[in-house]
């Protein structure tokens, strides 16, 4: 195959870079195919499976397992509540972040600095901890924000948390734990926005408001995709909060309340993984489908960055 | 990654004169914009407050004093006795798997990642780009949707029920190798790495004498992603674990609140975990965090944890 000596040697040695490049990124190719895609095409190849003596039969049931899963007479109330939980929780958290980034951001300082920082921290509540705090805050009786919640004419902590309110209350969970690392990051973007454009907005007449509104909301607006997007993927995988707090029994809440509770509830309620995969891997491809909604459509993550 | 930090770093040096963006809000402006910060300051301040002033009260203080009134540093004592003594003291056994869990993802993951994210940066070989594709995607998919497949997968391969089957999914670690890479193709002297492999170096020793070495701060930023989301790690571990034995802090809190009456105050049990010995239990999980958060604020605002908040 070799013809010459000297035509070997560069060969050779490309040959043992591109050796190294794969050992290199073997253990983590391993995992990723373990961890990262082989649990999506399980989930497929359950999904068609039947369980005959407790191990799954491989493309047996055809189209079974989808429709009990799709038929399910929970199935549509699951996407209900989800819906309307992303149609409150989206524009919240968006223009939520936005604004008090901007807000942040109309003067450096120590006060601002100081804003930013208890906003942050709630971020470190989450899962089980933010559902504990939840059930805390909304009860009347024990509430940090007790008056606010009798001048509202609320005296149990089942008149807070009911089955109608679950969106908004949700909403306003989420918000709490999860803006402060969102304000961070617009909070980090408009910092990069160059000083000689907001210097010339200001020569040219723009007083603040005028300047967050028309000259830096327009140059984050990559982030408020990303962020729209990130949020509906994340949303839409709802699972620790009703979960918990139905089983605390702090309020009676219907259950399953979200779609992974229902897969969660066919794999450990009734013992149907065929069903469950058929959930999960609807749920895999709304997350699929996100992220690449994020790769096509904003510019954040670089492919290339080597040989940018 | 480092421009990114000195972008950030430069910002304070700006004369003080020079406070352009003050311009044009006026004395109303400027009072409005501090109203309403100081307001969510309150929203997102008071109940974390709460929590860390709940565990000084007894069940009827919580209920009867002002929601913000301390008891006493002793009742603490009393809550940290009912809580280490509950079930056989089976939450100090939480706490050691969590960080058992945790720094176990942490160094499996750092070993994978760091070479990972510099074989993708500095080497060029068949399946590169479609690795980073591959990448990104997984690390933006938010991960409670792989929890239920990975347990069905598990389960497959009788892996679920063990402490492997929190620490291996969660020692795999995407956004880390993003990061890794990013950080490498973008702060990596490429004439160095060319000098030295003339000089005889092979790959293996370029990346142990140069790369690993200027890694310091990608070290701290990776560190903190991975342990903040492992700290925390709930639905996974709720999922995979079975015997309680096996629980870390977060399932193990779970268990508190919902297997015991402390969040139902109409079921009276003699059972001595109430409110302030859960909150206690919770703040376990806040403080290291939060304590963490305080340290490495600086990350995110310098822009490079772009994507670290998916749920």
């Known amino acids: 195959m070799v013809k010459t000596v000297a035509a070997a040697r560069p060969r050779a040695r490309g040959r043992a870079r591109i050796q190294a490049g794969h050992l290199f990124v073997l253990p983590y190719a391993l995992l990723l195919l373990a961890f990262g895609i082989g649990p999506g095409i399980y989930a497929f190849c359950l999904s068609f499976a039947t369980f005959a003596e407790g191990r799954p039969q491989f493309f047996q049931a055809g189209l079974a397992n989808y429709v009990t899963a799709y038929t399910d007479f929970r199935f549509a109330g699951v996407f209900r509540n989800v819906a309307l939980f992303l149609l409150i929780s989206l524009p919240v958290g968006v223009i939520g972040v936005v604004v008090i980034a901007l807000l942040l951001h109309m003067r450096e300082g120590s006060f601002g600095t100081a804003m930013r920082t208890i906003y942050f921290l709630p971020g470190a509540v989450a899962g089980p901890t933010a559902v504990l705090l939840a059930i805390f805050v909304f009860d009347p009786n024990i509430s940090p924000f007790q008056s606010l919640l009798q001048a509202m004419g609320y005296e149990v902590v089942s008149d807070v948390i009911r089955p109608r309110s679950l969106p908004l209350l949700f909403t306003l969970l989420g918000f709490f734990a999860g803006a402060g690392g969102w304000i961070a990051i617009f909070y980090g973007a408009l910092n990069s926005i160059s000083q000689e454009v907001l210097e010339a907005a200001t020569m040219d007449g723009c007083n603040a408001w005028q300047s967050a509104w028309f000259i830096k909301l327009p140059l984050i607006r990559p982030y408020v995709a990303y962020m729209l997007i990130l949020t509906f993927a994340g949303n839409v995988q709802l699972f620790a909060e009703p979960q918990l707090i139905a089983a605390a029994g702090a309020a009676p809440i219907p259950q399953p309340w979200s779609p992974n509770q229902l897969g969660y509830e066919f794999a450990f309620g009734l013992g149907n993984f065929g069903a469950s995969a058929a959930i999960s891997l609807l749920m895999l491809l709304i997350g699929l489908a996100g992220a690449l909604l994020v790769l096509r459509a904003t510019t954040i993550f670089r492919v290339d960055a080597a040989e940018a | ?311």
């Open chain 2, 1 to 311: 990654m480092r421009h990114a930090a000195k972008t950030h770093a430069s910002a304070p040096a700006r004369p003080r004169g020079s406070r352009l963006r003050t311009n044009g809000l006026g004395p109303l402006g400027a009072a409005i914009r501090v109203v309403l910060l100081l307001l969510l300051a309150v929203f997102f301040g008071l109940p974390l407050l709460w929590l860390l002033l709940a565990p000084t009260k007894t069940n009827t203080q919580l209920t009867d004093w002002m929601p913000l009134a301390f008891g006493s540093f002793a009742r603490v004592g009393e809550a940290w006795k009912n809580l280490t003594d509950f079930s056989d003291g089976v939450v100090l056994r939480w706490g050691l798997n969590s960080i058992f869990y945790t720094f176990g993802s942490l160094l499996l993951g750092l070993a994978v990642t760091l070479p990972a994210g510099y074989g993708l940066a500095t080497l060029r070989f068949a399946g590169r780009r479609t690795l980073i594709w591959l990448t990104l995607i997984t690390m933006i998919i938010p991960s409670s949707a792989l929890v239920l497949p990975l347990f069905l997968e598990l389960s497959y391969v009788r892996l679920a029920n063990t402490p492997w089957s929190v620490i291996l999914p969660a020692a795999f670690f995407p956004f880390g190798v993003y990061l890794a890479y990013i950080y490498y193709a973008t702060s990596l002297p490429n004439d160095l790495l060319a000098a030295a492999r003339i000089d005889g170096c092979n790959e293996w020793q370029l990346f142990t004498n140069i790369g690993l070495p200027l890694s310091r701060a990608l070290l701290g930023l990776l560190t903190f992603v991975s342990f903040t989301a492992n700290w925390n790690n709930y639905f996974l571990p709720y999922v995979m674990l079975n015997n309680s034995r096996l629980f870390n802090l977060p399932v193990g809190l779970q268990v508190l609140m919902t297997g015991t009456s402390a969040l139902r105050p109409t079921f009276a049990t003699d059972l001595p975990i109430r409110r302030a010995e859960v909150a206690l239990a919770g703040l376990l999980l806040v403080v290291p965090v939060a304590l963490v958060f305080l340290y490495s604020q600086r990350f995110v605002v310098s822009g490079a944890l772009t994507g670290a908040t998916k749920e």
